[in-house]
């Protein structure tokens, strides 16, 4: 039986395993990343219902500018009833030597004040202009409830 053929009888990789195939060394990180994470442009924030009162989740997003060297991009948020969505920095900056640069968003839900569409969802979007509007970026928001699990 060939060392493939091995893996995929036995069904799961540990770290010997994959340094067989690979020739080196594995390296797991011991906290896996949240899903909420993965770099998508769009946010989709899902709450429990059974949560009361205010209640924040935070993601962090990587951006790559491709555009001009020098430009500076301004971030302006739709309103949302019953949610408050932050973001930090404000500003993108980026010179030729900055072309990729990180940001956080925080949607935080107030329970008792949160309007949901008839879909059971609330959407906006976030978006982030240059100076003169000539270049406009958009990264949708959803947020929504749901009954655990």
């Given at each position: 039986m060939t060392l493939p053929t091995m893996i995929m009888k036995v069904g799961y990789y540990n770290p010997?395993?994959?340094?067989?195939?690979?020739?080196?060394?594995?390296?797991?990180?011991?906290?896996?990343p949240l899903p909420e994470n993965l770099n998508y442009p769009s946010i989709v924030a899902l709450f429990s219902t059974t949560?009361?009162?205010?209640?924040?989740?935070?993601?962090?997003?990587?951006?790559?500018?491709?555009?001009?060297?020098?430009?500076?991009?301004?971030?302006?948020?739709g309103a949302l009833k019953g949610v408050t969505v932050t973001v930090n920095p404000m500003k993108l900056v980026f010179t030729p030597m900055v072309k990729k640069t990180s940001f956080f968003v925080t949607i935080t839900v107030?329970?008792?004040?949160?309007v949901l569409d008839d879909a059971e969802v609330v959407f906006r979007s976030l978006t982030r202009t240059d100076g003169?509007?000539?270049?406009?970026?958009?990264?949708?928001?959803?947020?929504?409830?749901?009954?655990p699990l």
């Amino acid at each position: 039986m060939t060392l493939p053929t091995m893996i995929m009888k036995v069904g799961y990789y540990n770290p010997k395993l994959v340094q067989v195939v690979t020739r080196s060394p594995a390296v797991c990180p011991m906290k896996k990343p949240l899903p909420e994470n993965l770099n998508y442009p769009s946010i989709v924030a899902l709450f429990s219902t059974t949560l009361s009162g205010r209640t924040s989740k935070t993601f962090m997003r990587t951006v790559t500018n491709v555009g001009q060297a020098n430009v500076v991009y301004i971030t302006k948020i739709g309103a949302l009833k019953g949610v408050t969505v932050t973001v930090n920095p404000m500003k993108l900056v980026f010179t030729p030597m900055v072309k990729k640069t990180s940001f956080f968003v925080t949607i935080t839900v107030d329970s008792k004040h949160l309007v949901l569409d008839d879909a059971e969802v609330v959407f906006r979007s976030l978006t982030r202009t240059d100076g003169n509007n000539k270049h406009v970026v958009r990264s949708p928001i959803l947020v929504t409830q749901l009954d655990p699990l």
